[in-house]
């Protein structure tokens, strides 16, 4: 590609390239384009590939960060999502590309509870989550899933029990992911880990051998292989999310608050008020998605194109909150939709917590109680159908 080569040697300043790909909901296809972001002064420049034109004239955009640029990733610029397909030079691959991996991790039933402990864990091992989804595995499934197992003795136990009630998966990204969470995990059994990993997760909330805590792929094949059963990319559907879709409340855990790494907080926060969670999945909502959620508020609600804008802007946490009357007692969790307010009244609340302003206010809730229900099947059914 001439037109590459000639823009990757005038530019001696420090550029990473990238191939992305953007899926044009109006034309109904996906569009290829260059990226090109300059560190020195947070800047991004694209290039249409098939009409070989510059796309976007190189523009400051603080809102994407060095840490999220590599392969596999999915990045906003100005709204549009794009997949990093393909590092688009050599020093690019070198410098951003080297150790990045994707693995699954799984939490089993016996911990679903805890999932905001496990998540601080993640974090603060600088992995992050790409995806996540609340499933209940049939025998079948889970048989399928541990199929390299099917010979061993505890075979049956082991598929029995991680089809017994929720698992939440998830897709975690970063250096040495695959390692990382096997390390954070421990030994299977978790008296062992007691013993010889004391600050692994499985010495702290595990049971036994076979109540472990979680799933960590153990090979790079084993990666691939598992996170298309949780999350196929071609054919099918996965495993289904756990909705039940009466008697709940929304609650959406922002873009931001995400990025920020407050997800852990956020979900223990949740539990520790006594709320059960019954679905739990990441989004990645499209701006034309994001308007049709937040109709309500055009017109009504100055805030509604940055609220907009916020919800695309990255992956968002989506929750199905369950229980009686709990529209109305979820929302006097989160507090006063400014957390400036929240702080003065309701400091305890989620958006005195971990809200920046009327906007970055940490957590969506449903406002109207019959609302509930519209706005848990507006995720679980429609968008992930
Ligand atoms: O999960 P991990 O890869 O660390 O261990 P594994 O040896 O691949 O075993 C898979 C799962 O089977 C474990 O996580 C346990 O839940 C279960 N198991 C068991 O119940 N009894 C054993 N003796 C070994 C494993
Ligand atoms: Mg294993």
């Not at 990733?73 to 991996?101: H, M, P, W």
């Amino acid at each position: 590609d001439m037109t590459f080569l000639k823009l990757s040697i005038c530019c001696l300043e420090e550029r990473y390239a990238f191939l992305t790909e953007w899926y044009d909901p109006t034309a109904a296809l996906l569009r290829r384009y260059q990226l090109f972001y300059y560190p020195k002064d947070s800047s991004v420049e694209m290039f249409d590939v098939k009409n070989q034109r510059i796309f976007l004239r190189r523009t400051k955009y603080e809102d994407l960060h060095q840490e999220d640029l590599f392969v596999g990733n999915r990045v906003n610029v100005f709204s549009r999502q794009l997949n990093l397909i393909e590092y688009g030079d050599q020093y690019t691959a070198n410098k951003l590309g080297s150790k990045k991996e994707r693995t699954l991790a799984v939490i089993k039933p016996d911990v679903i509870t805890k999932i905001g402990d496990v998540l601080e864990l993640i974090y603060s091992s600088n992995l992050i989550v790409t995806k996540a989804k609340m499933v209940t595995l049939t025998w079948k499934q889970a048989a399928d899933f541990y199929v390299e197992h099917q010979s061993k003795p505890f075979f049956n136990n082991l598929v029995q029990f991680v089809s017994s009630g929720p698992v939440v998966a998830m897709e975690l990204m970063g250096d040495e992911a695959m390692s990382t969470w096997r390390r954070l995990l421990g030994p299977a059994d978790s008296a062992v880990a007691r013993k010889e990993a004391p600050q692994s997760i499985r010495a702290q909330f595990g049971t036994d051998g076979i109540k472990n805590v979680g799933h960590g792929s153990d090979s790079f094949a084993a990666a691939a292989r598992e996170l298309e059963f949780f999350f196929p990319s071609t054919i099918g559907h996965g495993p289904s999310n756990t909705a039940i879709l009466t008697d709940c409340t929304c609650c959406i855990i922002k873009t931001h608050a995400i990025s920020e790494g407050l997800t852990g907080k956020i979900l223990n926060s949740i539990s520790a008020a006594g709320f059960e969670i019954s679905a739990l999945q990441m989004f990645n909502v499209d701006r034309a998605n994001a308007e049709e959620f937040y109709e309500v508020y055009k017109g009504v609600v100055a805030e509604y194109p940055s609220m907009v804008t916020e919800l695309c802007s990255g992956p968002c946490m989506v929750l199905e909150i369950h229980g009686t009357d709990v529209p109305q007692s979820f929302r006097e969790l989160c507090g006063p939709v400014d957390p400036e307010i929240s702080r003065h009244l309701r400091p305890t609340t989620l958006r005195a917590l971990y809200g920046k302003d009327k906007v970055k206010n940490a957590v969506h809730c449903t406002d109207m109680p019959e609302d509930g229900v519209l706005e848990v099947q507006y995720f679980f059914k429609i968008l992930d159908w």
